[in-house]
């Protein structure tokens, strides 16, 4: 799950790692009135107006401003918000601003002394430690630094069951180039920073800019946090943090019906009991000359109603010319998968494409008659080689 970046800077100041003074507005009225709150807290007089999407590259697509005065925060707070922003991570669509987040400005005044750098917390699935990868290069398109000049990126292994080690941290601190009171300042980031990825379970932590401003503090001016779903029962404040606006609507659906859901281009809609199943199930369309339009895991317990959530989910995709139900019945038997099928398709009522339904294991061949007798425009398979045939047929 991915945050916004105000929300990952809240979190990023629990863990201690240090952040510009600023605050999150809905309205362009609401962005005036947090820049004057700001003045009378850091007496800062320019603030940064930052648009605030699940997509990186912000900068870039016109989506962070530099404001000068309030009446610059108010006109380019007027801009972004409503604006469709297109960044090189959001696609050709953009997305739909709805807040901005404005922040004292920390890059004015002595530009001589400050300096950008880049980096990121994530796994090392290779080597199963943590790594801090980090460079002298941030504030610009880090994967460009990586593909011309890899030797300017470093990395910090570390070994999740030790923790980072005080000369680990001093290490980077040291390879970035600091000194005096920035070094300090900055083997204190790294160990905040890392502690603030352990804690909150997550999958990465990647801060460009991290920012040394002229009086030596050092500084997350950017965040970008992805936490890992699965760990989110241990962290209700951060699960509450979710912004489904940002989400695929048709997979928010999908998730809230308890299906694992993603969507996909092909034409062949797809319903699986079991993740791996489905994969083979996937691999079977496209060897019956389809495509997979999506990836879908109803998981242990195939009824009625996660079968018609199911079916609604697909057929919302224009691109869907048949649907395969691949169903191996062990604990749920088959009959009453094949019931659960009948029921669904008779609450949607008028279905245009064709349906198979396969269903194997316990039962499967009462589920497969219930399936022929129904009346309705689905046909039973029992082999996969035979269901992959009918998908052929429905195809053609
Ligand atoms: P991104 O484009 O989505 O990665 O958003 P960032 O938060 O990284 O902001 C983009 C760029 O805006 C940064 O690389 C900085 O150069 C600039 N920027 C961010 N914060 C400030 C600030 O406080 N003052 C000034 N002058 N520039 C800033
Ligand atoms: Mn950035």
Redesign the pocket.
Known sequence: MNIH?YQAKSILKEYGVKV?AGYVADTPEEAVEVAKKLNKETGTK???V??QIH???????G??K?AKSIEDVKSLSNDIIGMQLI?PQTGAEGKKVLKVMV??????PGESEIK?YYMSVLLNRATGKNMIMYSTE???DIEEVAEKTPELIFQEEIDPSVGIQGFQARRVAFNLGTSGKAFKEMVKFVVSLYNAYVGTDSEMFEI??V?KTSDDQVMA????VSLDESALYRHKDIAAMRDVTEEDPTEVEASAAGLNYVKLDGNVGCMVNGAGLAMATMDMIKLSGGDPANFLDVGGGANATTVEAGFRIILKDPNVKAILINVFGGIVRCDRVANGVVEAYKNIGDIKIPIIVRLQGTNAEEGAKIIDESGLKVTSAITLKEAAEKVKIALA
Do not use: S
Not at 55 to 61: H, I, N
Not at 221 to 224: F, I, L, T
């Open positions: 970046e510009p320019f603030w940064v930052k648009a997509a990186g590259g912000r900068g870039k697509g989506g962070v530099v960044t922040q004292e400005d920390v890059y004015y950008e941030g504030g610009m460009n800019p920012f001016v950017d965040a970008k």
